[in-house]
């Protein structure tokens, strides 16, 4: 005689007492209970004006320090959300202004390096 998986009582099966029958499926199956498994994954947070804060004072480098101004202001904002919690990317945020910066403080450096020059120009004589 062979052994049968699907008749749970079969003579001389050492299972058979062991298994409970299965309960009938419902129909178009069963969903879980409300509040059942994991949590669904919360959306990420943006970074909107981190990435922007770093991107303004890059190109605040070709354009004589005016966008690394307006890279500040929104690396200030950015990290007024972090605060909040409103977004991420604080190392973003970070760069941004550090970047912000050191572009503005190197174009004024350059600027009074040229006003200095054109001053000492006019001032000496050539007599």
Not at 18 to 44: F, S, V
Not at 102 to 113: E, K, Q, R, S, T
């Amino acid at each position: 005689m062979t052994y049968d998986p699907y008749n749970p009582k079969q003579p001389g099966d050492p299972y058979a007492q062991q298994q409970p029958p299965y309960g009938q499926p419902g129909p178009y199956g069963q969903q879980p209970p409300y509040g059942y498994g994991y949590p669904p994954p919360m959306p990420p947070k943006s970074q909107q004006s981190a990435i922007l804060s770093l991107v303004l004072s890059c190109v605040g480098f070709v354009s004589c320090g005016v966008t690394a101004i307006v890279g500040v202001v929104f690396g200030h904002i950015a990290m007024g959300k972090i605060k909040r919690g409103e977004e991420e990317g604080h190392g973003l945020a970070m760069a941004g202004l550090i970047v912000g910066y050191l572009v503005i403080a190197g174009w004024l450096a350059y600027f009074a390096i040229i006003v200095i020059a054109i001053i000492a120009g006019v001032n000496s004589s050539t007599y």
